[in-house]
């Protein structure tokens, strides 16, 4: 059969059979969802969990973050997590195709269900007239760090300045909120609690520690500068032998070190052998007295003069020597100097 002919027949076909053909004709969608979509969440007694919040991660991961989307063309991203209106219903949303982690949450951070692997219905690889799909790679997720020459709040992040993070009844000092979930978990599971102490102590995983309520301490960046681990997945480099630590080592991720300023010590001035120098002095004199009664005739004499001459009561003084001695920053004591490079200051943010 000609397309013509094909063209021919379809024109004989009722309208609704052709609008029917042209549906299944258009192009595919350029994402799928998942069921929880548009749908209203409500707890153990039935009652909808306003304000409710849809964390999606990528598989495989607890706290690598996954965005949805309000459009099918995966341009236009939701906040991420997806928060639940006062209802507790959730908006419509889009995903790249695949698989992805979903874990709901109340608006006091308590699980509500927890799938690690959930498959995204109506996939995204289609032709035609729909984008592509959103590298995962490109997104900032949690843990990651930003600097800006600033220091205004950014809704997403937050500052590392040493407070802390928690749950909404954490009573955290920087933020208390349920989408501090997957900050807290990368924070428990990847600095140690001497960086990251977590109130009353560390229980059994970083998920535990949020849903008691228990608040972690974020990063101290206050006045500090980041640097590269000396070995950083392969061999030393030496750059920082020497360097001043005050935590770990050249290798110890977090490590801490280095000062605004230093004082030098004795060890630390140059190995100088000073030289003797060149003393010069009169010859001695010799006084000689001799003679009777009561008025010694007192004579100076030289070495020509003195034949005959008892040596008797003969005295003779060394020659005098005078000097000074000084420090060798002529005694003004020690000052510190500016060891910093120059610099400006502005704040950095790490990722929610």
Same mark, same amino acid.
């Given at each position: +059969?000609?397309?013509?002919?094909?063209?021919?027949? +379809?024109? &004989?076909?009722? !309208?609704?059979?052709?609008?029917?053909?042209?549906?299944?004709?258009?192009?595919?969608?350029?994402?799928?969802?998942?069921?929880?979509?548009?749908?209203?969440?409500?707890?153990?007694?039935?009652?909808?969990?306003?304000?409710?919040?849809? &964390?999606?991660?990528?598989?495989?991961?607890?706290?690598?973050?996954?965005?949805?989307?309000?459009?099918?063309?995966?341009?236009?991203?939701?906040?991420?997590?997806?928060?639940?209106?006062?209802?507790?219903?959730?908006? +419509?949303?889009?995903?790249?195709?695949?698989?992805?982690?979903?874990?709901?949450?109340?608006?006091?951070?308590?699980?509500?269900?927890?799938?690690?692997?959930?498959?995204?219905?109506?996939? &995204?690889?289609?032709?035609?007239?729909?984008?592509?799909?959103?590298?995962?790679?490109?997104?900032?997720? !949690?843990?990651?760090?930003?600097?800006?020459?600033? &220091?205004?709040?950014?809704?997403?992040?937050?500052?590392?300045?040493?407070?802390?993070?928690?749950?909404?009844? !954490?009573?955290?000092?920087?933020?208390?909120?349920?989408? $501090?979930?997957?900050?807290?978990?990368?924070? /428990?599971?990847?600095?140690?609690?001497?960086?990251?102490?977590?109130?009353?102590?560390?229980?059994?995983?970083?998920?535990?520690?949020?849903?008691?309520?228990?608040?972690?301490?974020?990063?101290? /960046?206050?006045?500090?500068?980041?640097?590269?681990?000396?070995?950083?997945?392969?061999?030393?480099? !030496?750059?920082?032998?020497?360097?001043?630590?005050?935590?770990?080592?050249?290798?110890?991720?977090?490590?801490?070190?280095?000062?605004?300023?230093? $004082?030098?010590?004795?060890?630390?001035?140059?190995?100088?052998?000073?030289?003797?120098?060149?003393?010069?002095? @009169?010859?001695?004199?010799?006084?000689?007295?001799?003679?009777?009664? @009561?008025?010694?005739?007192?004579?100076?004499?030289?070495?020509?003069?003195?034949?005959?001459?008892? $040596?008797?009561?003969?005295?003779? @003084?060394?020659?005098?020597?005078?000097?000074?001695?000084?420090?060798?920053?002529?005694?003004?004591?020690?000052?510190?100097?500016?060891?910093?490079?120059?610099? +400006?200051?502005?704040?950095?943010?790490?990722?929610?």
């Amino acid at each position: +059969m000609t397309t013509n002919q094909k063209i021919s027949r +379809m024109r &004989s076909l009722p !309208s609704a059979i052709i609008a029917t053909f042209l549906a299944f004709a258009q192009p595919a969608f350029a994402a799928g969802s998942i069921p929880v979509a548009l749908a209203q969440q409500v707890n153990a007694n039935g009652v909808p969990l306003a304000g409710c919040l849809l &964390s999606l991660f990528v598989t495989g991961t607890v706290a690598t973050p996954q965005i949805a989307f309000q459009d099918t063309a995966l341009t236009q991203p939701l906040p991420w997590p997806v928060v639940c209106d006062a209802n507790g219903r959730l908006p +419509m949303f889009y995903l790249a195709d695949g698989s992805i982690h979903a874990r709901l949450t109340d608006a006091n951070g308590l699980v509500q269900f927890d799938y690690p692997n959930m498959l995204v219905i109506g996939p &995204s690889g289609g032709g035609g007239g729909g984008g592509g799909t959103v590298d995962a790679t490109t997104i900032a997720t !949690s843990g990651d760090v930003k600097f800006r020459p600033t &220091s205004e709040t950014l809704v997403g992040w937050v500052k590392l300045n040493g407070t802390t993070v928690g749950s909404a009844a !954490s009573g955290a000092t920087q933020r208390a909120a349920a989408d $501090t979930q997957s900050l807290y978990v990368y924070l /428990w599971n990847n600095c140690s609690d001497t960086n990251c102490p977590v109130a009353t102590g560390r229980g059994v995983s970083g998920l535990a520690d949020f849903n008691a309520n228990k608040a972690i301490t974020l990063l101290d /960046w206050r006045g500090r500068a980041p640097l590269g681990l000396d070995d950083m997945g392969t061999g030393t480099a !030496s750059r920082l032998a020497g360097g001043l630590f005050l935590t770990g080592s050249a290798t110890t991720p977090q490590a801490v070190g280095g000062g605004a300023t230093t $004082t030098l010590t004795q060890p630390n001035l140059p190995n100088v052998t000073l030289g003797a120098g060149t003393l010069a002095a @009169s010859a001695p004199t010799i006084t000689a007295t001799f003679g009777t009664g @009561s008025a010694p005739t007192t004579v100076i004499t030289t070495a020509a003069s003195t034949t005959g001459v008892s $040596t008797t009561n003969i005295t003779a @003084s060394a020659p005098a020597i005078s000097g000074s001695t000084a420090s060798i920053n002529g005694n003004v004591g020690q000052t510190a100097f500016s060891v910093l490079s120059p610099f +400006m200051l502005g704040t950095f943010y790490m990722k929610l």
